[in-house]
């Protein structure tokens, strides 16, 4: 009889013991928060300009992302050599998609009349000329600015380069905090798209 109460007693504890673990576990359980980029502010569209516009045909991309971006989670730059993938930050999209949208949106602010179409797209579709872009840099860090580094160039249609290979930096103050962050992310993207902007507008495709 008492081995039987010492058992049921042990087993008793080993539930308790077990809630409490669980208890415990779900209470360290961090908040995910999802985070998407996007266009600057006072990228706003002209009228009459869209995607699909009436002049030239211009592409972006491919856009080529360093491998250590291309995962779900934000990473920060903590020092020149270090990097720290966050355990509550999310991309909404993959970045392998958020940048070149957000490129194309402030594009098409910048370059009203002209159209811009995201790489892949369809070979029936002839183009004047297309951007090639890839980021050698894309995050930012606790008490660091965000930034941007590319090295980009201009093709035409034929493949050709209009525009040698060019490097562009850019750096962002950022608030604190994760939205902090990826708003300045998103304020280095609309200067780098300026920037192209004005390489396009000098450019006979």
């Known amino acids: 009889m008492r081995n039987k109460w010492m058992m ?15 208890l415990a576990g779900c209470a360290r359980t961090p908040e995910v928060s999802f985070y998407q980029l996007s266009p600057r502010p006072d990228a706003k569209l002209v009228a009459g300009s869209s995607v699909y516009g009436e002049g030239r045909t211009i592409g972006v991309g491919p856009v080529q992302l360093p491998e250590y971006l291309e995962r779900i ?6 020092s020149a050599n270090r990097l720290e993938v966050s355990a509550t930050g999310r991309w909404a999209e993959p970045l392998a998609d958020g940048v070149p949208r957000v490129l194309i949106e402030n594009l098409v602010a910048l370059r ?19 951007v090639v872009v ?16 590319a090295r980009w160039s201009v093709l035409d249609g034929a493949g050709r380069v209009l525009l040698a290979e060019r490097r562009s930096r850019f750096d962002v103050a950022a608030a604190p905090g994760q939205e902090g962050q990826v708003a300045a992310l998103s304020d280095a993207l609309g200067d780098f798209a300026r920037e ?7 450019l006979s495709l």
Do not use: K, N
């Open 134 to 149: 890839e980021l050698l840099q894309f995050e930012g860090g606790p008490q660091q600015p965000a930034t941007l580094i």
């Open 8 to 22: 049921s007693r042990s087993w008793q504890l080993c539930v308790v013991l077990a809630v409490v673990m669980l």
């Open 196 to 202: 192209i902007a004005g390489a396009l507008g000098g």
């Open 112 to 130: 009203g009349h002209d159209r811009f179409l995201s790489h892949p797209w369809p070979r029936s579709m002839a183009i004047h000329g297309q």
């Open 73 to 78: 989670q934000l990473v920060s730059r903590v």
